[in-house]
């Protein structure tokens, strides 16, 4: 059980019926998590919503920790981890904890020398480049090298039981596949994709290890408690429609597949407007999308069956207080009347990004239903 | 007029009949460039090519060339600028060509500090941030200060006559400002969308401005003899919908209503899937999509009144060229039957493209109407 520690994270002022809205749930016994609810296309008192990297390098008291500690250092103290992840919540009032993590770390057990440069994002020092590197890869049991996230999600839920769920994640195979190939971030995905069209054994090799990693990574963080996971493809909106169904859906369709509906399953991507009669293919209970289309088109491509997650540009957080919650309120009200909507950002929380217009999204949000 | 310097820009082994494709118009008296006729949506006896950048880094003569001269001296050198197009037209054996230049050479006589550093992209020395900077402007007469630009493309004109038309280009108002604002390439357009939030006077200040300059500059073009003009907007994809009508649309509209339907005008972006029905309003006659949409989903959702432009992906050029003209003929299916398709990469072509790869998706395109 975590305590929290008010010195490293404090609790803010976040207005009483905001912190209210969390609590609706348990305070009415046999009526479950808003965010679960929308997750699975119920309807709900009020749009939940949570920020991908709500415990980012925005907020002043995860600086402070990351004084002392590097990203993967942190990522592997699942303490602290939960202490961020648990600390955010309560300073936000959002309605969903996101398990502090990363993306690629299913990369390490995979050995191919991943490192976090301070200021650099991700590079990793061995990347794949032929059939050899994925003759290679070692035959690991993620479920032990990354027992540290079930950790965190263990004591995250513990305390925050009743306050919110908690969600797990890992990368989704194309994306950790494209930083395995490119050794870090991408314009033009030229490698990720020369390996697609020219090395097919090679691809759908890679592709093939991932996914069975990814899955059991999931399936371990599902058993330590989470209440959802949400797969993130972050790059894939660099694919054509076609070749996302040729080199890419079969994957993602294995994942989700393999968690067996246990708990509900986001898929998340940037400059997916083009590819979401594809991803509607992937099983995936909600999509989440950017704000490069507008949501209630995204949700009429979608199909009423998939609840969907997004989109405020995460830049437009940098707006005077006003403009963030006209903005807010322009993307609930296409979505009014249509359950099965968890507001977010179309991305993560950017660096630099004022606090105080995180808190102006996540208020103008919690006050739509209240008008 | 230019003498084609064969040693400069070989003519290479083009097949006959794709050489001849070009001349099918001026041997038919009457008949227009199959280009043009694309532009304004009629019928052609096979669907025109050609490929932004095709004179660019990847070609061996074009990277000669630029041993001895830089890129904005390039640029300047209107009689070496021609070269450079009319050889690769002729080497390609595209359907039109597009004169060498850039997108921004219109931040030159803004006094910004343009620079073209090796290998690195543009770079601008004093970026716009205030309402100072707008107002520090010159007031210019674009048509003196780039008047090399209509001279190369009158010397491109009177070499490809009855060959090939001459495509007349500038940077859209939006993608010119975000380089004037951020200083060169971005990945989140932070800067940008603070201004266009935060600073509106200053935001429609220097949109205006550049309106102006670029409305200025295209009418420039045409009167020197472009049969068309292509607005490249290269980054707009980076807005949302509501915030492409609010900040961008009035100002593509102004200047394409400037050129009163003189020449066609094609209207090119990137991850624009989701901004297409906003796009159908700025009265382009052609627009260009990336290869992030199916393109005969991308038809339906402009209506059949706009042609459309696009939509390789040009990573797939460094495919093996059985998988690249598999890639060709997937698109042309999809636009059986229905006028008013340009085909096109979904962007640039990118330095260290196999030429091979760039000959077999131009042989794959006009074979394909002669199955």
């Given at each position: 059980m975590i305590v929290h520690d008010a010195a490293i994270m404090p609790a803010l002022d976040v207005p009483e019926w905001a912190r209210a809205s969390h609590f609706t749930d348990i305070e009415s016994p046999g009526v479950e998590y808003a965010f679960l609810r929308a997750c699975r296309g119920e309807s709900t008192p009020f749009t939940p919503v949570w920020l991908m990297r709500?415990?980012?390098?925005?907020l002043p008291e995860y600086r402070r920790i990351r004084e002392r500690l590097s990203f993967l250092d942190l990522c592997r103290d699942s303490q602290t981890a939960a202490e961020v992840t648990v600390g955010t919540v309560r300073k936000l009032g959002v309605d969903a904890a996101i398990i502090?993590?990363?993306?690629?770390?299913?990369l390490l057990p995979m050995g191919l020398g991943l490192e976090f440069a301070k200021g650099e994002g991700p590079h990793v020092e061995r990347p794949i480049r032929g059939i050899a590197d994925v003759e290679r890869l070692p035959n690991v049991s993620v479920a032990e090298t990354l027992a540290f996230v079930g950790e965190t999600i263990a004591l995250t839920k513990a305390e925050l039981r009743g306050v919110a769920p908690v969600i797990g994640f890992a990368g989704a195979p194309f994306t950790v596949a494209s930083y395995a190939i490119e050794g870090g971030s991408s314009r033009n995905f030229t490698e990720t994709k020369k390996l697609m069209y020219r090395e097919p054994r090679v691809w759908h090799g890679l592709m093939a290890y991932i996914t069975e990693l990814t899955s059991a990574y999931l399936r371990m963080q599902i058993e330590a408690g989470a209440d959802a996971v949400q797969l993130f493809d972050?790059?894939?909106?660099?694919?054509s429609p076609g070749d996302y169904v040729d080199y890419v859906l079969p994957y993602t369709q294995q994942v989700i597949a393999s968690l067996r509906s246990s708990v509900p399953v986001i898929y998340f991507g940037t400059m997916t407007a083009g590819l979401l009669d594809v991803i509607r293919?992937?099983?995936?209970d909600v999509v989440g999308v950017d704000w490069r289309i507008d949501l209630d088109e995204a949700r009429d491509r979608l199909g009423e069956n998939v609840a969907i997650q997004g989109n405020f540009?995460?830049?437009?957080?940098?707006?005077?207080p006003a403009e963030i919650r006209k903005g807010a309120r322009e993307i609930l009200a296409r979505m009014?009347?249509?359950?099965g909507h968890i507001f977010n950002l179309g991305h993560g929380v950017l660096p630099g990004t004022p606090v105080d217009g995180v808190l102006a999204l996540i208020d103008a949000v919690h006050a739509y239903d209240r008008r």
């Open positions: 709500q415990a980012g390098r925005y502090f993590a990363d993306i690629l770390l299913p972050s790059w894939v909106g660099c694919l293919m992937t099983g995936a540009d995460p830049v437009k957080l940098f707006a005077e009014e009347g249509r359950p």
